[in-house]
């Protein structure tokens, strides 16, 4: 009852609703999301750019607080000073503060934010994730025996379940950065065992994305088949993933002109149907997978069907589709034959819901559009008319300024480009004239 509790309110928490109806824009915590010390800020000291915006920071900071903390941190010392540190915007400060609380007693929650936010690799990270889980699997221990107690032992012992819970994820993720994949999937798949209510936080990404490294593609149809539910949220991981399988069945030997001239077969025509389905779910996906689009560091949070989500996962999945011989030709081929489905994508969509109007305000966002253009859909396309009429206006007002500024310029300019179009009329009429005249001439003579 604890963990359906705890799960619930985290879920509450990672959901950000950014339009009038719920259902249309949530942000979701990325399931793949990476180490601000050891990736994010590499690429910062690299670059000078900063790679994550101060509102998908800022989620992160909510989320943390309802992870990490509860009612009762005051009675533990360490706690205490780590709910401050997780309110804390400084990042020096809220390292300082984990230090502070170390000093204290050997603090789970302390050694997560030195790991995500002082180390800089993954191996650093994942020592102290290893640390932090000998001090969070004695913390849960106790608050086990204890949660019947009353509430504030019960609020202690969901605290120090989300906090194992997330400590054994980050360590999986770990050992699939650092090539340990086989390790990873049996974290994952013993982490899922463990916590079956943890479906809301798609450890399953992280299972498929490892599986497909691995080449397991049984084991990643099995995973499909559990969580590509009707009932179920999808995800661009779930539909690309999907699309990918049924195109690998195919892909190496699809040829367009052939399939031109005698028909799709009906592995072909699945695995297009696949890769439509797919595209209606997230269409800015494509660009990014056949390199049309450049690729930036995915963000904190993503919103599903947007371009936050497009670029989460092409950033881990682009990968897996060029392994796959032949897959990217597919998707080439076929990718674009998505719209003529869906006309008119914001009013009707053909197998998902109408595409939400308020994806590119919400990743506008979570994604630093200093750097990297937001990819927009459907395209905004003004007709001809209003755009030569917007010139024709715009070329007028100059040259009504100029007129006003410079009165004496502009006569002489006038003067000279009527004068111009004079001479030029007057010698082409001319020169027909004489064309006239010598045609006539030929003709007498030969008569």
Same mark, same amino acid.
């Given at each position: 009852?604890?963990?359906?509790?705890?799960?619930?309110?985290?879920?509450?928490?990672?959901?950000?609703?950014?339009?009038?109806?719920?259902?249309?824009?949530?942000?979701?915590?990325?399931?793949?999301?990476?180490?601000?010390?050891?990736?994010?800020?590499?690429?910062?000291?690299?670059?000078?750019?900063?790679?994550?915006?101060?509102?998908?920071?800022?989620?992160?900071?909510?989320?943390?607080?309802?992870?990490?903390?509860?009612?009762?941190?005051?009675?533990?010392?360490?706690?205490?000073?780590?709910?401050?540190?997780?309110?804390?915007?400084?990042?020096?400060?809220?390292?300082?503060?984990?230090?502070?609380?170390?000093?204290?007693?050997?603090?789970?929650?302390?050694?997560?934010?030195?790991?995500?936010?002082?180390?800089?690799?993954?191996?650093?990270?994942?020592?102290?994730?290893?640390?932090?889980?000998?001090?969070?699997?004695?913390?849960?221990?106790?608050?086990?025996?204890?949660?019947?107690?009353?509430?504030?032992?019960?609020?202690?012992?969901?605290?120090?379940?989300?906090?194992?819970?997330?400590?054994?994820?980050?360590?999986?993720?770990?050992?699939?950065?650092?090539?340990?994949?086989?390790?990873?999937?049996?974290?994952?798949?013993?982490?899922?065992?463990?916590?079956?209510?943890?479906?809301?936080?798609?450890?399953?990404?992280?299972?498929?994305?490892?599986?497909?490294?691995?080449?397991?593609y049984a084991d990643v149809q099995a995973v499909l088949a559990k969580y590509d539910d009707i009932?179920?949220?999808?995800?661009?991981?779930?539909?690309?993933?999907?699309?990918?399988?049924?195109?690998?069945?195919?892909?190496?030997?699809?040829?367009?002109?052939?399939?031109?001239?005698?028909?799709?077969?009906?592995?072909?025509?699945?695995?297009?149907?696949?890769?439509?389905?797919?595209?209606?779910?997230?269409?800015?996906?494509?660009?990014?997978?056949?390199?049309?689009?450049?690729?930036?560091?995915?963000?904190?949070?993503?919103?599903?069907?947007?371009?936050?989500?497009?670029?989460?996962?092409?950033?881990?999945?682009?990968?897996?589709?060029?392994?796959?011989?032949?897959?990217?030709?597919?998707?080439?081929?076929?990718w674009e034959g998505t719209f003529r489905m869906i006309p008119y994508p914001l009013e009707k969509?053909?197998?998902?819901?109408?595409?939400?109007? &308020?994806?590119? #305000? $919400?990743?506008?966002? /979570? @994604?630093?559009?200093? %750097?990297? *253009?937001?990819?927009?859909?459907?395209? =905004?396309?003004?007709?001809?008319?209003?755009?030569?009429?917007?010139?024709? &206006?715009?070329? #007028? $007002?100059?040259?009504? /300024? @100029?007129?006003?500024? %410079?009165? *004496?310029?502009?006569?002489?300019?006038? =003067?000279?480009?009527?004068?111009?179009?004079?001479?030029?009329?007057?010698?082409?009429?001319? #020169?027909?004239?004489?064309?006239?005249f010598y045609a006539s001439r030929k003709l007498s003579v030969h008569s």
């Amino acid at each position: 009852g604890a963990e359906i509790l705890s799960l619930n309110s985290l879920y509450g928490s990672m959901l950000c609703s950014l339009c009038l109806s719920p259902a249309e824009c949530k942000v979701w915590r990325n399931p793949l999301n990476l180490f601000r010390g050891a990736e994010y800020n590499r690429y910062t000291w690299v670059t000078g750019r900063e790679p994550l915006t101060y509102y998908d920071m800022n989620l992160s900071a909510q989320d943390h607080q309802t992870f990490f903390t509860c009612d009762s941190d005051h009675l533990r010392p360490a706690d205490a000073i780590m709910q401050k540190a997780w309110r804390e915007r400084n990042p020096q400060a809220r390292i300082s503060a984990a230090h502070e609380a170390l000093e204290l007693e050997d603090c789970a929650t302390a050694y997560i934010l030195l790991a995500e936010e002082e180390a800089t690799t993954i191996m650093e990270a994942e020592r102290l994730f290893k640390q932090a889980l000998k001090a969070g699997e004695g913390c849960y221990r106790r608050s086990q025996q204890l949660q019947h107690h009353g509430t504030q032992y019960e609020a202690q012992h969901r605290r120090d379940t989300n906090v194992l819970v997330y400590i054994k994820r980050r360590l999986a993720m770990c050992s699939r950065k650092l090539g340990r994949t086989r390790e990873a999937v049996k974290m994952m798949r013993d982490l899922m065992k463990e916590f079956p209510l943890l479906s809301m936080f798609n450890i399953h990404e992280n299972l498929l994305e490892s599986l497909l490294e691995l080449q397991n593609y049984a084991d990643v149809q099995a995973v499909l088949a559990k969580y590509d539910d009707i009932s179920l949220p999808k995800s661009a991981t779930i539909c690309y993933t999907a699309a990918l399988l049924k195109a690998r069945a195919v892909s190496d030997k699809f040829s367009p002109e052939a399939a031109s001239r005698r028909g799709l077969s009906t592995a072909e025509m699945n695995a297009v149907e696949a890769i439509h389905r797919a595209v209606e779910f997230n269409p800015h996906v494509p660009k990014y997978l056949l390199e049309m689009k450049s690729l930036i560091l995915p963000p904190e949070h993503i919103l599903k069907r947007g371009d936050s989500e497009a670029i989460a996962y092409a950033f881990f999945h682009l990968q897996h589709w060029k392994r796959v011989e032949g897959a990217l030709n597919l998707l080439h081929c076929t990718w674009e034959g998505t719209f003529r489905m869906i006309p008119y994508p914001l009013e009707k969509g053909h197998l998902f819901y109408p595409y939400p109007i &308020c994806t590119e #305000t $919400a990743d506008r966002e /979570l @994604l630093p559009t200093v %750097f990297h *253009e937001v990819s927009v859909y459907p395209k =905004k396309e003004l007709p001809f008319f209003i755009l030569f009429t917007a010139g024709l &206006c715009s070329f #007028t $007002a100059m040259l009504a /300024l @100029l007129t006003h500024q %410079f009165p *004496e310029l502009m006569g002489v300019f006038a =003067k000279a480009v009527s004068t111009n179009t004079y001479t030029h009329t007057h010698t082409h009429t001319h #020169t027909h004239l004489f064309r006239k005249f010598y045609a006539s001439r030929k003709l007498s003579v030969h008569s």
